[in-house]
């Protein structure tokens, strides 16, 4: 069997231009927010609005993770997860992009300013 | 009898190597963070399997038995990374079976190319429908696209380096 024949080539373009698509609309409307939704396993559990810090706690009453809101960004800080992937997410200001820990399952969704309201992406 | 043992054989040598690929990876940093990401090296005795021609239904086993094995291994059975791999894994696994099988247009890296994409697309379906349960997860399908194809260059790398030197013909039940 080869190692590449020429339609690995296209595939590859497909990929790439689709690849890049998709970042450009994940980064077009680039502005702060105003504040975040928590969703833990789907249902919406804290309404963020104003600067602090939170608390996510499981329906256990176990700590699952802080989410501070500073300046119009937000971030996790102290997960319980093992791998901290939502902590090393870092500072959020771009509406679109949750901060989402898999293993606790929440979802971190900012909110957008109201002019930056009318792209959504995810019906694409 | 012995197309029996040889596939038997088959089945456990990749598996083993595998499920052992999958334990050492969770070890090595991601350069992003992107949730329930991994590199995704141990798919590449699945992709072994499939361009020496074993058939789809022992690639199938392969892909079951290594996530078995190696969320075991790794302590994560049963949790949400476990199901995303799972269904990653039997995902690629038949894809890659499938543009093997009825079409004769893609060389390894391609169906390498092919195995990555629906991978993670799977993985983010079955994570935005069972375990966050929001759409919004699909941020992230690029970044792990754009991973997926440095990966599945390696694998196919890899796997053409392996079918210089071993003869796999032997094993074809």
Redesign the interface.
């Known amino acids: 069997m080869k190692f590449t024949k020429k339609n690995d080539l296209y595939l590859l373009i497909v990929v790439i231009l689709l690849v890049l698509v998709m970042i450009f609309m994940n980064t077009s409307p680039n502005q702060g927010i105003i504040g975040a939704e928590v969703h833990l396993k789907g249902d919406q559990i804290l309404q963020i609005t104003k600067e602090g810090t939170y608390s996510v706690i499981s329906d256990e009453g176990e700590l699952l993770m802080n989410v501070e809101y500073v300046d119009q960004r937000i971030r996790v800080t102290d997960s319980s997860c093992p791998l901290k992937v939502c902590e090393n997410t870092g500072w959020v200001e771009n509406p679109n992009q949750p901060i989402i820990c898999i293993p606790n399952e929440i979802t971190v969704k900012p909110l957008g300013t109201q002019n930056g309201e009318g792209i959504d992406i995810y019906t694409w | 009898m012995v197309k029996r043992t040889k596939r038997i054989s088959h089945i456990a040598i990749l598996t083993a190597l595998a499920s052992a690929i999958y334990y050492v990876e969770s070890f090595l940093p991601?350069p992003v963070?992107?949730?329930?990401a991994r590199w995704g090296f141990s798919n590449f005795p699945l992709l072994l399997s499939v361009?020496s021609g074993i058939g789809v239904t022992n690639t199938l086993y392969i892909a079951l038995l290594k996530t078995l094995l190696g969320s075991i291994l790794s302590g994560r059975f049963l949790?949400?990374?476990f199901w995303?791999g799972l269904g990653g894994s039997l995902a690629s696994a038949l894809f890659m079976s499938l543009f093997f099988k009825f079409t004769n247009?893609?060389?390894?890296?391609?169906i390498s190319?092919?195995g990555a994409?629906f991978s993670n697309a799977v993985q983010l379906i079955i994570?935005s429908l069972f375990?966050?349960?929001?759409?919004?997860?699909?941020?992230?399908?690029?970044?792990m696209?754009?991973f997926g194809?440095i990966t599945a260059f390696i694998n196919?790398t890899i796997v053409?380096y392996i079918?210089r030197s071993v003869n796999l013909d032997r094993f074809k039940s």
């Open positions: 991601m963070s992107v949730p329930g361009v949790s949400p990374m995303m247009k893609f060389g390894i890296l391609g190319e092919i994409f994570a375990i966050v349960k929001s759409p919004h997860i699909f941020w992230y399908f690029p970044y696209l754009f194809i196919a053409n079918l």
